[in-house]
C-alpha cells in the first residue's frame, strides 16, 4: 500500500497563504490520480481538489481561484497551494491516493485565524 505523508500546515492569518505537501512512496505516484480533502469539526471530510497523472485538475467550488493543486512526479509530491486563505478554510488537510488504489495521509492541521 502507498504511504502518503503530509507537510506544510500551520497558523495564518485570514487573507495568508499556506503550501501544503504529500510526499507517496511507491513508484506508481505518476499514473495516480491524487487528491486533498479536508474535514473541519462536526464536518464530513469533503474534496478539496484532485490531479490526475497528466496534470488535469478539479476543484470545490468553494476553493476555485484561489487554491492550486500540483505535483512533481519526479519526487513523488503533490502539492497545495492555498491563497487568500478564510477562516472557513480551517480543517485537517488530508492527502488521498484515488486510484490506483485507496490511500490516506495521517492529515495536517490549517488554523486561519487573527
Known amino acids: 500500500q502507498v504511504r502518503l505523508v503530509e507537510s506544510g500546515g500551520g497558523l495564518v492569518q485570514p487573507g495568508g497563504s499556506l503550501r501544503l505537501s504529500c510526499a507517496a512512496s511507491?513508484?506508481?505516484?505518476?499514473?495516480?490520480?491524487m487528491g486533498w480533502y479536508r474535514q473541519a469539526p462536526g464536518k464530513q471530510r469533503e474534496l478539496v481538489a484532485t490531479?490526475?497523472?497528466?496534470?488535469?485538475?478539479n476543484y470545490a467550488d468553494s476553493v476555485k481561484g484561489r487554491f492550486t493543486i500540483s505535483r512533481d512526479n519526479a519526487k513523488n509530491t503533490v502539492y497545495l497551494q492555498m491563497n487568500s486563505l478564510k477562516p472557513e478554510d480551517m480543517a485537517v488537510y488530508y492527502c488521498?491516493?484515488?486510484?490506483?488504489?485507496?490511500?490516506w495521509g495521517q492529515g495536517t492541521q490549517v488554523t486561519v485565524s487573527s
Open positions: 488521498h491516493l484515488l486510484r490506483p488504489g485507496d490511500s
Open positions: 511507491g513508484n506508481i505516484f505518476s499514473i495516480a490520480v
Open positions: 490531479i490526475t497523472g497528466i496534470g488535469i485538475t
